[in-house]
């Protein structure tokens, strides 16, 4: 039998790296070669500060690997096809030796028909009755086919590759995808959170000889690759989604005679609503161009496909199959059906993760779904209004499937009105209790989402229900969708089909999350929302998968979390994992624990106490001193926005915010973030302008107000002069009065329970019976480890990301000031860790305790005279 082709050998060069790398830079790309040859099933942890490489050194060490093994493979001496070759196992037997399997099934080559699902009428006739009210004709399109079900185990169907709509009939476009090519593999997925950290990527890979050998491909969102300039004008995400949906539903058909030697026929062309994508040849046209011009980012993909006049993002997503590298967002990748729908393969394919030190909690946060009041009162009225128009002309099968969503629908509204008690808003259950509590437990909700999936009943009621309305209001459609963008009627119906596909998940997979109405009507909008709490079985599916897994980050630790909530049953040593300091010197960093203002007062920024306007003015006089002993760029983060809000207002009282002026211009971080970048913008023209322009005197630089969790804690760079200090004021747990977050520490107790007794369910999901909330504070008391340990890293997480932003480069040198009393306490004064034990090990190494304010300020003036 054939045998897979053998490991590349051990590496300690990688020519394509563009400069010497640094010893730290050669161990990393040596660990991740060796992880990805130590076989299938790998999984490493790779943990890199930032401003190390760690990018250029992923890229090196396993585009590399890429290359040497498909090397290797070529070497390898081909295998007879049958017959007895020497290489065959002696004790096989014959019949195993001569069977010759079956080729794997191709999702993307021709399909098998399908028994027939959908019908249409015979002809253009309408059923009895239709059209006879004047308005028939117009509104014939919003009928749906005829519906039958599959009776037989209501187990969903293949969803093929995306048929894109063009000038060319269904065959041939069969035949065009086959021309793409066989699944190039294997292949490397590389992922992270943010287009711009692709971006970031794509640019270090242009850096290397890899860009021109190496095919890659990068997808988007439709936000940022579409250039149809009246779908992009509708602003979010969700209606540029809806709008692309519904072009590409919206095909106009025209029959063209096909003409040989001897007949005449005449056959269907579709062409696409959507004028990017009418014409195939263009769509060539773009995959040939970005071929030929090696790694393209978001930005370039864009700019290409406006020039050539075709749609990038299908464009791009073409080209994933003769890929060898894909470059893509969290989302195209984790989601499962995301990649079903781009048609990815993950099979023997490498995968990596980057910024995963929050992995679990994204890989839960994808999965969550949640549908408010009104947007069930406005599917109700949408279903009704259908229902009550077409009756008399649906299939029995239709008719059937929308009565049930009505009765869905109007089961969950009676549980978010009906609280006449008033005693308590929010309850959390499992899915089960759910479906119990409301006498839905008898509906198929697997039968029910494949109808909604296969019979386009989303466009087809929200169509009529747009329809109606704009007949009534005088309103043109299109500006009506733009009037209620997310409130729109697909939007309203899309958010019921993802809340009803999450009741399929386990029992213990997920909660149920109900926020009833306040009888007094001052609480936040009621809703009933899933909260996906098993993050390891959506990671499995991308394990199971792929050839390896590779996490990288610039803070995983503690890694036995990571591990307790993404592969449980794997043991700790089958885990690789990797770390190392930073390249900068240790000089180039100067963290303080500061525990005590000016004044002496001792700074406690616990919730109790952080809102006292004498430690809102304390902290007010300490940053009025730190402003004339630092240079240029300050970064102040804040544990919320309204707690930066309160800050600002009160140091504008008294009259600090002008004082602060007179050394600092103040910028503050914008809750929405598409005006952060602007804001950063004027912060970096303001350091630079204050640098050139230094007497000495007066303004030196500038100050930045921002939010832990902001998108400038995340993602922004504060090298050099943009960040010569960082200041985190207090320690930023989460609220737990958050209701997802305790369901998620109950649920991280209950596992972490099971793995210490060595039973699933030894622990007897001690939670799984209160329906009504109990206090945050009560639930952490419990907590025995794993809970109160999560809560812990969560905020220590938050701290790490925060400070990291300012060390970017071997050159770069930055003070980090940890503004609160708890970072100087020793872990056994309370029950919670000593926070400072979860600092990096290259800052915890440097980390100082100044016992008053007078020795940071000494510190300061030191560390700025010393690297200027």
Not at 427 to 440: C, G
Not at 495 to 510: E, I, P, Q, T
Not at 573 to 580: E, L, N, Q, S
């Amino acid at each position: 039998m054939p045998t897979p082709p053998p490991p590349p050998p051990p590496r300690k060069d990688f020519p394509a790296f563009p400069f010497p790398p640094y010893p730290i830079q050669s161990e990393f790309m040596s660990f991740l070669y060796g992880a990805l040859s130590s076989g299938p099933g790998a999984l490493a942890l790779l943990e890199s500060p930032t401003g190390t490489g760690k990018t250029l050194s992923i890229i090196c060490s396993a585009l590399q690997w890429l290359l040497d093994r498909r090397d290797a493979a070529a070497a390898a001496p081909a295998h007879p096809s049958g017959g007895s070759g020497g290489g065959e196992d002696d004790d096989e037997p014959d019949w195993m030796r001569d069977f010759t399997p079956l080729p794997p099934e191709k999702e993307n080559t021709k399909r098998k028909p399908k028994p027939p699902v959908m019908r249409k009428s015979v002809g253009s006739r309408r059923p009895d009755g239709f059209g006879e009210e004047g308005a028939g004709d117009d509104e014939g399109e919003f009928l749906l086919e005829d519906y039958e079900s599959d009776s037989e185990d209501g187990a969903r169907r293949g969803a093929g590759k995306r048929a894109h709509c063009g000038n060319s009939s269904s065959s041939e476009g069969e035949e065009l995808d086959e021309e793409e090519g066989e699944e190039v593999t294997p292949k490397v997925y590389f992922t992270s959170r943010t287009h711009s950290q692709l971006s970031q990527f794509v640019g270090e890979l242009k850096r290397t000889e890899f860009a021109g050998r190496i095919r890659t491909v990068c997808l988007g969102s439709r936000k940022n690759l579409c250039i149809n300039k009246d779908v992009l004008k509708l602003g979010s995400a969700n209606r540029i989604n809806e709008r692309c949906l519904e072009l590409q539903k919206n095909k106009k058909s025209s029959k063209v005679k096909i003409e040989d030697d001897k007949r005449k026929a005449r056959q269907a062309k579709n062409s696409c609503g959507c004028p990017m994508l009418r014409n195939r040849s263009l769509q060539k046209e773009f995959r040939s161009e970005v071929s030929n011009q090696g790694a393209l980012d978001i930005e370039d993909l864009a700019h290409i496909g406006k020039k050539i006049g075709t749609c990038p993002y299908y464009g791009s997503r073409d080209m994933v199959r003769s890929a060898d590298l894909v470059v893509l967002p969290y989302q195209s990748l984790l989601l499962k059906s995301a990649r079903e729908s781009l048609g990815l393969n993950l099979k023997d394919s490498v995968v990596i993760i980057d910024e995963a030190h929050n992995l679990a909690d994204s890989l839960t946060n994808m999965y969550n779904s949640k549908i408010t009041l009104s947007q069930l009162k406005a599917v109700l009225s949408h279903l009704d209004a259908y229902l009550d128009r077409f009756h008399n002309v649906l299939g029995a099968g239709n008719r059937r499937y929308i009565q049930t969503l009505t009765v869905l629908t109007r089961s969950f509204l009676r549980v978010l009105i009906n609280n006449q008690d008033g005693a308590s808003t929010m309850s959390s259950m499992t899915i089960n209790q759910f479906l119990f509590a409301l006498d839905i437990d008898n509906i198929n909700i697997v039968k029910l989402c494949q109808y909604v999936k296969e019979s386009n009943i989303i466009h087809k009621v929200s169509g009529y229900a747009n329809r109606i309305t704009s007949t009534q209001d005088g309103v043109n459609q299109f500006d009506l969708q733009q009037e209620h963008g997310e409130g729109s009627s697909i939007a309203c119906f899309q958010a019921l089909v993802d809340f009803l596909r999450s009741l399929l998940n386990g029992n213990d997979d997920g909660r149920i999350i109900v926020a009833k109405q306040k009888l007094n009507g001052e609480s936040e909008e009621a809703y009933v929302k899933f909260v996906m709490l098993c993050a390891e079985k959506i990671f499995s599916e991308v394990t199971r998968d792929a050839y390896a897994v590779i996490l990288a980050g610039g803070t995983l630790q503690p890694i036995e979390e990571t591990r307790l909530r993404l592969c449980p049953s794997l043991p700790p040593t089958d885990i690789k994992f990797f770390t190392c300091n930073h390249i900068v010197p240790p000089e180039s960093i100067l963290p303080i624990a500061v525990t005590r203002g000016p004044s002496g007062m001792t700074f406690d920024f616990s919730y109790n106490s952080r809102s006292s306007p004498s430690m809102i003015e304390e902290l007010g006089r300490f940053i009025c001193n730190i402003v004339t002993v630092v240079p240029e760029g300050v970064v102040m983060f804040f544990s919320s926005y309204d707690y930066e809000r309160r800050v600002y207002d009160a140091w504008t009282t008294a009259g600090i915010i002008s004082k602060i002026c007179k050394k600092k211009h103040i910028f503050r971080e914008p809750r929405n973030s598409a005006d952060v970048e602007s804001v950063l913008n004027k912060y970096k023209e303001t350091i630079q302008s204050c640098s050139k322009n230094c007497q000495g005197q007066g303004v030196n630089g500038a100050l930045l107000l921002a939010v832990v969790g902001g998108k400038i804690s995340e993602g922004i760079n504060f090298s050099d002069g943009m960040g010569r200090c960082v200041i985190m004021v207090g320690l930023p747990y989460p609220s737990p009065s958050d209701v997802e977050l305790i369901e998620t520490i109950k649920h991280i107790e209950t596992i972490s329970s099971s793995v210490l007794v060595g039973d699933d369910k030894a622990s007897g999901r001690k939670y799984d019976d209160e329906c009504e909330l109990q206090p945050g504070y009560d639930i952490l008391r419990k907590c025995t480890k794993g809970g109160r340990e999560y809560y812990e890293n969560l905020c220590m997480k938050a701290v790490n990301q925060s400070i990291g932003r300012a060390i970017r480069h071997i050159n770069d040198y930055a003070a980090m000031l940890l503004v609160d009393s708890r970072y100087a306490q020793a872990s056994s004064n309370k029950s919670f860790s000593c926070p400072t034990d979860k600092l990096p090990q290259w800052i915890k190494a440097r980390l100082s305790s100044a016992k008053n304010y007078g020795e940071v300020h000494r510190l300061l003036h030191q560390f700025f005279k010393l690297n200027k």
